[in-house]
């Protein structure tokens, strides 16, 4: 079988029906791409802060592969972009956890509008924008994980297009509309 995105949804589906051998073989045939949303998520976290984390791509590499074996019964994986939006929600969510318990100052998040800075600090900040962005999940999941690819990993449009397998302008729509929502949420909590 091939490494192409119709392959990998097949497997996806296999493994959703309970073949573990098909799931090994998607984490196999995707490890390579699994690694780099965890090396992008460890230099975001690492730019944020003042130290570096002690946590390696190939720890968040397993976490997200033992988080998306919980997951496998309930989600209904449509494609490889499905699963990597997926990821890059866990990863954030692993992260943020780990942030509550061991806070790093100078936490920012790119482009945020004028102002909402200006009562909170910015892990309070922070901590809204994950309380949000687990409330867009539940409505618009695509459009969260994208957010998060851009915004908390740094990926860039091209790359989020090419990872989660949609056309450019979709991407930036999910983008534009994700970032509206998010900034209009966090400046009226700010009001």
Known sequence: MSDNAGDITI???RWHAGDHQA??????????????????CLAQENRKGKHKHALQRTDLFIEN???????????????????????????RRFLIDRARIWP?????I?????????KRDSMEV?????????ELEKTKPMTCAILVARVYMGYEVSEIA???????????????NGRKWLFEKLKRKQD
């Open 110 to 118: 790119d482009d945020l509008p004028e102002g909402v800075l200006a």
């Open 11 to 13: 497997l996806l589906r």
């Open 162 to 176: 090419r990872i989660f397998s949609l056309p450019l302008r979709t991407v930036e729509r999910h983008l534009h």
């Open 23 to 40: 799931g090994e073989e998607i984490f196999r045939r995707l490890e390579k791409d699994l690694k780099k949303i965890a090396d992008r």
């Open 104 to 108: 790093k100052p100078d936490v920012s």
């Open 126 to 134: 922070r901590m809204d924008a994950d309380r949000l962005l687990n």
């Open 65 to 91: 592969y033992l988080r998306l074996a919980k997951q496998n019964k309930v989600v209904d994986w449509r494609d490889r972009g499905h699963l990597f939006a997926i990821s890059t929600i866990n990863l």
